[in-house]
């Protein structure tokens, strides 16, 4: 580990110097075993990807995984790690990557843990679960009117706020709600911002 900072002792429990004096054990033992074992067969996938695809495509592909982890104080949270690559071989194969680490345990995530692959160079998602260890292309389920509804409902807008924005009628904009629901097995809107989350499409 080179550097870190933010929040960390507020989302592992861990002090900065606590964890760079860790380093790598750091990141091996903060996941639970179960999880970090897979988080390590999606990073072997994601390395096979990258050598995949065009030196200009790599800049832009980038990989988020949830899982569950343990604080120093022993609770299991529930964590989003977003991992950029920063700095690239002479075969424009990356070696250095920005990670950030988000307690997401307020979300109510279950399935975890799960994978994104999302390459901005090509506008790909990619999702990849436990039982199905390869990457999997996200089919976009929703229109793209839905996919807008979505954003605007989880900045916390209402049907009346999102009609005014979308120029729509409030009763259109509740017909997509239901849709949204229903194409994604839903029961509530407070169940889509985890499934949206954990599906790359936000």
Known sequence: MESVSGECEEVSGY???????????FLMQFGLP???????????????YFESRSAEERELIFFVYFYRARKKDGRIITVQHQCFPLCFDKNNLPFVFSNIYT????????????????????????????????????????????????KLLL????????????????????THRKNILRKAGLNSTAELLSYALTRGIV
Not at 19 to 24: E, G, N
Not at 155 to 174: D, F, H, P
């Open 103 to 150: 307690d997401v345990t307020y979300l109510g995530i279950t399935q975890v843990p799960q994978a994104l692959k999302i390459n901005r160079y090509t506008h790909e998602v990619f999702h990849v679960e436990p039982q199905n260890l390869k990457f999997n292309k996200a089919e976009t389920e929703f229109s793209v009117r839905e996919r807008e509804i979505i």
């Open 34 to 48: 179960e999880d970090t074992r897979f988080n390590l067969l999606v990073t072997q996938l994601g390395m096979e």
């Open 155 to 174: 900045k916390g807008n209402s049907s009346r706020l999102i009609a005014e924005q979308l120029y729509l009628s409030q009763e259109t904009v509740r």
């Open 15 to 25: 002090s900065a110097a606590e964890i760079l004096a860790q380093d790598a054990e």
